[in-house]
């Protein structure tokens, strides 16, 4: 269960590192996918932010201090309920897997 729960949060780290990264880059996707959301292009940056510091803090929590992975593991949770009620909200269904 252990090697089961590192490589999930492996993963999450990958994933949104790769997010964070597409978000500060202002790739086409994620502008498309925000503007579909109604959410700013003047606000993908501090999301951006809080995903890498999700990632960030996930890290942490697997090298340095156990409960700052919990806190990570929990801030992230709810950014992406965020943007889950962000997709039902505005009624976008087709790419709302990432963020589920």
């Not at 409960?67 to 950014?79: D, E, H, P, Y």
Request: with cysteine; aromatic share 12%.
């Amino acid at each position: 269960m252990i090697e089961t729960l590192f490589i999930a949060t492996l993963a999450c780290i990958a994933a949104n590192v790769f997010a964070a990264v597409a978000d500060y880059a202002k790739a086409g996707f994620v502008l498309k996918n925000s503007a579909e959301v109604h959410v700013p292009e003047s606000a993908v940056p501090y999301l951006a932010t809080l995903k890498l510091a999700g990632a960030i803090g996930l890290v942490a929590g697997l090298t340095v201090a156990r409960w700052l992975g919990i806190a990570a593991g929990i801030g992230l949770v709810l950014f992406f309920i965020g943007a889950l009620v962000a997709h039902i909200r505005t009624r976008v269904f087709y790419n709302i897997a990432f963020p589920g």
